[in-house]
């Protein structure tokens, strides 16, 4: 096996079963939009489970593109936080963390930030409910994924700027209230990340 490239010293690290699954993720899905048949789908799953090392696992997954940022998104930790809130004050939910399936916020007569352009997901869609009653909540989230905002403003306002549609992505759906108040959303460039 020596004759491949991807058999090279430093992939001489052994793959745990979350390295597996992402491969085999991958080849299912380049199996459903046709870039590979059925029965070489069969072949390179065995090659992936029983790969030894990271370059036996590259070279099962060899001819096709690339992972992308999006395809690491959702991971099955526990996540960091499930609610924030400000009375009179502010909260920020930034960095890296695990966004839960459902994390809520409630902005009295204050504010909040919720940046989820560095977080990682707890599922393949999550929900962001931000309340802002005589306050300001901002959500902010990475450009790549798809975006869905259905919040409604009562003498206050709910901004819809960052709705996406990206097919095959992680999805996040914004909700809530903005009652004399506000909830921004914003869509930026996830950080880069070595």
Do not use: C
């Not at 959702?74 to 499930?82: A, H, L, M, T, Y």
């Not at 206050?156 to 992680?170: I, K, L, M, Q």
């Not at 914004?174 to 959303?185: E, M, P, Y």
Request: charged fraction near 30%; glycine fraction near 12%; proline fraction near 5%.
């Amino acid at each position: 096996m020596a004759e491949h490239p991807d058999y090279i010293a430093d992939r001489q690290v052994r793959p745990s079963d979350e390295d597996r699954d992402r491969v085999a993720q991958r080849l299912q899905e380049a199996a459903a939009a046709g870039r590979i048949e059925l029965t070489e789908l069969d072949q390179r799953l065995a090659e992936i489970y029983g790969a030894k090392t990271q370059g036996e696992l590259g070279y099962a997954g060899r001819g096709l593109p690339g992972p992308t940022r999006t395809d690491s998104l959702v991971v099955r930790d526990e996540p960091g936080s499930r609610f924030a809130i400000s009375v009179f004050g502010w909260f920020s939910r930034k960095g890296r963390w695990v966004a839960p399936r459902v994390f809520t916020s409630l902005s009295v007569f204050g504010g909040g930030e919720i940046d989820l352009r560095d977080a990682r997901f707890a599922s393949q869609e999550i929900r962001v409910r931000a309340f802002a009653l005589w306050g300001y909540t901002e959500v902010v989230v990475p450009d790549d994924v798809e975006v869905e905002v259905k919040g409604f403003g009562l003498f206050g306002a709910f901004d819809r700027s960052a709705v996406r549609s990206r097919r095959g992505t992680p999805r996040i759906v914004i909700s809530g209230l903005a009652l004399f108040g506000g909830v921004g959303t914003k869509a930026k460039a996830a950080p880069d990340r070595d």
